[in-house]
């Protein structure tokens, strides 16, 4: 409300209008006026330039506000000024002796309350000295008056002054308040993973933050103004379609769900919508939409629903496998002594030796059965994942599916990667998810396992280990899993493998969980990769903070 350079250049300019309005009509009189007054005149001009010119410099280099020096020069030589002014113009006949009050008033809004009564007071001494001069010390009752009017004024001015720049101050904290706010609300919109966007009454894009033009695929800047079908509906009908009912509608989405395609990418959202209606106009109304990527939530969901459903078939399995187990090594053992019995024909034998054939391999699958559901962590000890990893990588590198030139890596650091485990039980794991990927790879392929430290940050969201995690990435380069079967691949007894029993998949799954940590599968047109997140042990992040 005060802002001291505009005050200034209202005094700057009144100060060269007053000295070039009197030197003008010194001029135009200069035939009747006296010498003195003629000289007063031009003196007072040049002086009011010179000031006004160095007053100007002066601001113009300065990076903050005026200092009270330079205020009180301003008022002191505006009340030389006007006193010439008077002095010139008739002493206390003079009309512009009220000119004191403005200058008073000028001094009063640049300067503490204080202050403006001191230029007053100066005022009024240098008026009466003046005028003390000019009448030869003779003070009347209209004198008295014209001084008590001036007294009054300048105490009306301060006092107006003091309140509009405390008025002023207040409305500076305040908008340095709303700044401050401002950009602390920009700055969480533009960092939040969440996307904003909000649509006006013509269906266009009012407001984008940048989470949501990455989530749907366009530059928020150059999107706003653009009609909602060009800008949402090609990415993501569903949600422009909420945004269109909110609208029209009145209403409002709680948790929905919809899916984004663009770019070759096609991943799932969950978003709410609300809509705007300050003063029941149309013509403001608009709906606003909040939206997040909730792949690794869904995933998450997954990995929950997926270990329910294994651990219910291991509980079951483990009884079965006992009932079925012992009968069938009887009927072996009966099948196979008939066989050799000296009666039994050359047909006999042969069913025999299928039965016993038969036989081991319904053994062998009930074995892993019950390494299905045996599956537990018997030991907690400090062990190093990268040495397990290498030592797993080793097996898979010698077995002879492997024969068709697949190369098998390991990449792990140098030093320990402790974690807390069954050293057996994930050597097992890590085995059986390599092996998985070299039998996926092609003739002359490669296979890539690595063995990382991830920050509580790195982690994916929705997986919580409070001192971050162990991560082992188990990558191959083959055609990848299709959709159709990438949900069922740790289902028990689900294989594309001739001659598999489908438990390779299911037993990894439960020995990570028996360590309390999760397996992700990640898959595509180039190539699958397996990530095994692990919880660094305690007193492992105790060590490393």
Same mark, same amino acid.
């Given at each position: ?8 250049? #209202? ?6 209008? $007053? ?10 009189? #200069?035939?009747?006026?006296?010498? *003195? ?19 100007? #410099? ?24 006007? !006193? ?44 009466? /000295? ?15 008056? =014209? ?25 500076? &904290?305040? &908008? ?16 939040? *993973? ?7 009454? =013509? ?16 530059? =928020? ?23 269109? @009912? ?25 978003? !709410? ?12 109304? %608009?709906?606003?939409?909040? +939206? ?29 496998? @006992? &009932? ?5 090594? %009887? ?5 196979? =002594? ?11 034998? !042969?069913?025999?030796? $299928? ?10 699958? $009930? !074995? ?7 599956? *537990? ?7 190093? $994942? ?11 590198? %010698? ?53 990382? *430290? ?35 691949? +740790?289902?028990?007894? +689900? ?34 990769? +397996? ?7 305690? /007193? /492992?992040?105790? &060590?490393?903070?």
């Amino acid at each position: 409300m005060l802002d001291q350079r505009r005050v200034l250049r #209202w005094i700057y300019i009144g100060r060269l209008s $007053l000295a070039s309005a009197i030197f003008v009509a010194a001029v135009l009189a #200069w035939k009747s006026a006296e010498a *003195r007054v003629t000289l007063i005149a031009s003196l007072a001009v040049i002086a009011a330039l010179a000031v006004t010119a160095l007053s100007v #410099w002066y601001g113009s280099q300065a990076t903050r506000r005026a200092g009270r020096a330079f205020c009180y020069l301003q008022a002191v030589f505006d009340v030389a000024l006007v !006193t010439a002014v008077v002095h010139i113009t008739g002493g206390e006949l003079s009309q512009f002796a009220a000119l004191y009050i403005l200058v008073t008033a000028g001094a009063s809004l640049l300067l503490p309350a204080g202050g403006g009564l001191l230029v007053a007071a100066l005022g009024i001494s240098c008026y009466i /000295a003046d005028v003390i001069i000019s009448r030869g010390g003779a003070l009347d009752l209209g004198m008295m008056l =014209q001084l008590a009017v001036f007294a009054g004024a300048a105490l009306g001015v301060a006092y107006l002054s003091a309140r509009l720049k405390e008025a002023g101050v207040d409305r500076e &904290e305040l &908008e340095a308040q709303l700044a401050l706010a401002r950009l602390q609300a920009e700055d969480i919109l533009r960092n939040i *993973r969440s996307g904003i966007v909000t649509v006006g009454p =013509q269906r266009r894009l009012l407001f984008a933050n940048p989470a949501a033009g990455t989530l749907l695929g366009f530059d =928020q800047e150059t999107a706003r103004g653009r009609p909602l079908s060009e800008v949402i509906a090609g990415a993501c009908p569903a949600l422009a379609d909420a945004l269109e @009912h909110a609208m029209t509608e009145g209403e409002r989405v709680t948790r929905g769900e919809a899916v984004i395609t663009h770019t070759n990418r096609s991943f799932p959202i969950g978003f !709410t919508t609300t809509i705007l209606d300050s003063d029941g106009d149309d013509s403001t109304l %608009s709906a606003t939409a909040i +939206f997040q990527d909730i792949t690794d939530n869904k995933r998450l969901e997954e990995l929950r629903l997926r270990a329910e459903r294994l651990e219910g078939v291991a509980e079951l399995s483990a009884s079965l496998a @006992h &009932e079925i187990k012992n009968p069938l090594a %009887s009927i072996r053992s009966a099948v196979e =002594q008939l066989a050799r019995a000296p009666r039994a024909t050359d047909d006999e034998r !042969t069913l025999g030796t $299928l039965i016993v054939r038969e036989s081991d391999r319904l053994a062998r699958l $009930l !074995t892993e059965f019950l390494d299905f559901a045996r599956v *537990r962590k018997t030991r907690g000890d400090l062990i190093d $994942l990268a040495e397990v990893a290498r030592a797993a990588t080793g097996l898979a590198a %010698s077995h002879p599916d492997c024969d068709r030139g697949i190369a098998v890596a390991c990449q792990a650091p140098g030093d320990p990667v402790l974690v807390e485990g069954d050293e057996d039980l994930l050597h097992r794991a890590i085995f059986n998810i390599t092996l998985n990927a070299v039998q996926a790879s092609p003739d002359n392929g490669r296979v890539a396992v690595e063995v990382t *430290r991830l920050t509580r940050e790195q982690v994916p969201a929705g997986v919580v280990f409070r001192d971050g995690a162990v991560a082992l990435r188990v990558t191959d380069f083959g055609p990848g899993i299709p959709a159709s079967i990438k949900d069922r691949v +740790f289902d028990p007894f +689900f294989t594309t493998k001739p001659g598999g029993t489908g438990l390779g998949l299911p037993i990894v799954h439960r020995a990570i969980e028996a360590h309390r940590g999760c397996v992700l599968l990640d898959t595509g047109k180039r190539g699958t990769r +397996f990530t095994v997140l692990l919880p660094i042990p305690q /007193a /492992a992040g105790a &060590e490393a903070a």
